[in-house]
């Protein structure tokens, strides 16, 4: 049975490698985003706004909402970073930064993810399939703090 979530969980995983800090952070660059957007447009309209106004705080809020699937998987991935840590299991951490986070802005290529496991097996050091098993634990992390559904196969 394919696991569904994994192609989920990776992206979530790169997708933070590759905005590169805490989801809060993101929330808070999104925030700055839209707010300086907003300033932009009524600065053409207005000149010399130097306070947000209020209408332009509620609107650089929806923005933010508008991106919370995003958030929630940066949060997501946040919480599985700092459980492995509690967990000492620096290990997977170093797994996980080898084969999702480097060069998170390209796509995967075929044979990608084995080659970087190769590479993460001779780094750690540990065997390929430790590593593979390693990366599974933590997608399946990732799905525990997002709140998504894990079938297994024979289960209700």
Not at 62 to 88: P, T
Not at 133 to 141: F, G, N, Y
């Amino acid at each position: 049975m394919k696991d569904y979530l994994r192609d989920y969980a990776t992206a979530a995983f790169r997708f933070y490698a590759q905005n590169g800090m805490s989801a809060e952070k993101y929330k808070q660059k999104l925030y700055i985003e839209a707010l300086d957007e907003i300033k932009k447009k009524e600065t053409q309209v207005k000149d010399g706004i130097s306070k947000p106004t209020e209408q332009a705080l509620i609107a650089a809020e929806k923005a933010v909402n508008e991106r919370i699937s995003e958030i929630n998987d940066m949060e997501a991935v946040d919480k599985v970073l700092a459980e492995l840590e509690a967990r000492h299991k620096k290990h997977i951490i170093k797994a996980i930064e080898i084969v999702y986070f480097k060069d998170a802005d390209k796509e995967f290529t075929i044979g990608d993810i084995q080659d970087r496991v190769h590479v993460a097996s001779t780094k750690i050091p540990a065997g390929e399939r430790s590593i593979y098993r390693w990366l599974k634990q933590a997608r399946e992390l990732f799905s525990y703090q997002r709140g998504l559904r894990i079938y297994k196969v024979g289960s209700n």
